[in-house]
């Protein structure tokens, strides 16, 4: 095992991250919710992945899987993982695995694995974890509704999704997140429009893209311009 001082010194650039702000009652709920399904639709720049890993970090009762939404981020959410140990626990935190197909820290009593994929795993590994997907929407791996369904109802797992909307088609996101509802899980929705002090800076950012775009990315509207040809013009 691994101190995370010896590994942080070399690793000493981490992803830069938002740093969750105290008073964020919408991240706060989520953060603390004792729901098995759970689904956030939020706006990008909101705190999305800090708030996944501090999840991930404080929920102890079960041993907990993040899910990168590219297998050569793994590394990178791997450092804000252990960064943010940091701050939440000081250095009573160890590395035990570190290798490019698997990376775990213990911490909070409780294992944290980061992943990309969770094909080819047996079904013990994925039975009674917490499933954490960053990002949902830009993975072309993430399986059916059908999939994400069996994790919860048969194995036991929770499932949480937390995402930014980057598409009007129907997508497993989008059907998570009417199941989660469905289930009496936990789900919301935070806009740009939930961070007031932002709010300057995100007005800025949309001089440069389209009005459709801005509804979906920053206003979570995911029937924004289904009917209206490519996305990105």
Same mark, same amino acid.
């Given at each position: 095992?691994?101190? +995370?001082?010896?590994?942080?010194?070399?690793?000493?650039?981490? &992803?830069?991250?938002? #740093?969750?702000?105290?008073?964020?009652?919408? =991240?706060?709920?989520?953060?603390?919710?004792?729901?098995?399904?759970?689904?956030?639709?939020?706006?990008?720049?909101?705190?999305?992945?800090?708030?996944? +890993?501090?999840?991930?970090?404080?929920?102890? %009762?079960?041993?907990?899987?993040?899910?990168?939404?590219?297998?050569?981020?793994?590394?990178?959410?791997?450092?804000?993982? @252990?960064?943010?140990?940091?701050?939440?626990?000081?250095?009573?935190?160890?590395?035990?695995?570190?290798?490019?197909?698997?990376?775990?820290?213990?911490?909070?009593?409780?294992?944290?694995? *980061?992943?990309?994929?969770?094909? /080819?795993?047996?079904? %013990?590994?994925?039975?009674?974890?917490?499933? &954490?997907?960053?990002?949902?929407?830009? $993975?072309?791996?993430? /399986?059916?509704?059908? !999939?994400?369904?069996?994790?919860?109802? $048969?194995?036991?797992? %929770? *499932?949480?999704?937390?995402?930014?909307? @980057?598409?009007?088609?129907?997508?497993?996101?989008?059907?998570?997140?009417?199941?989660?509802?469905?289930?009496?899980?936990?789900?919301? !929705?935070?806009?740009?429009?939930?961070?007031?002090?932002? &709010?300057?800076?995100?007005?800025?950012?949309?001089?440069?893209? !389209?009005?459709? #775009?801005?509804?979906?990315?920053?206003? @979570?509207? =995911?029937?924004?311009?289904?009917?209206?040809?490519?996305?990105?013009?």
């Amino acid at each position: 095992m691994e101190l +995370l001082a010896p590994y942080l010194e070399a690793h000493p650039e981490p &992803l830069p991250s938002v #740093v969750l702000a105290e008073g964020y009652d919408s =991240w706060e709920r989520f953060i603390h919710s004792d729901a098995r399904l759970i689904s956030i639709i939020a706006a990008r720049g909101t705190g999305k992945t800090t708030a996944l +890993l501090k999840r991930a970090i404080l929920k102890r %009762d079960k041993d907990a899987i993040i899910m990168a939404p590219h297998r050569s981020m793994k590394r990178r959410y791997f450092e804000q993982l @252990c960064n943010l140990a940091i701050e939440l626990f000081g250095f009573d935190a160890q590395i035990t695995r570190d290798s490019n197909d698997r990376m775990e820290l213990y911490v909070n009593s409780h294992t944290i694995s *980061v992943e990309h994929s969770l094909l /080819g795993y047996v079904m %013990d590994y994925t039975s009674n974890k917490q499933l &954490l997907y960053d990002e949902p929407e830009s $993975r072309i791996d993430i /399986g059916n509704i059908d !999939t994400i369904a069996r994790y919860y109802n $048969r194995m036991n797992s %929770d *499932v949480v999704f937390v995402g930014s909307i @980057c598409t009007p088609e129907d997508t497993t996101f989008k059907q998570f997140h009417a199941y989660a509802a469905a289930q009496s899980g936990y789900t919301a !929705t935070i806009t740009a429009e939930s961070f007031p002090e932002r &709010l300057a800076s995100v007005q800025e950012m949309r001089r440069y893209m !389209t009005d459709r #775009v801005y509804r979906m990315e920053y206003m @979570c509207d =995911w029937s924004a311009g289904e009917d209206e040809g490519t996305w990105y013009t």
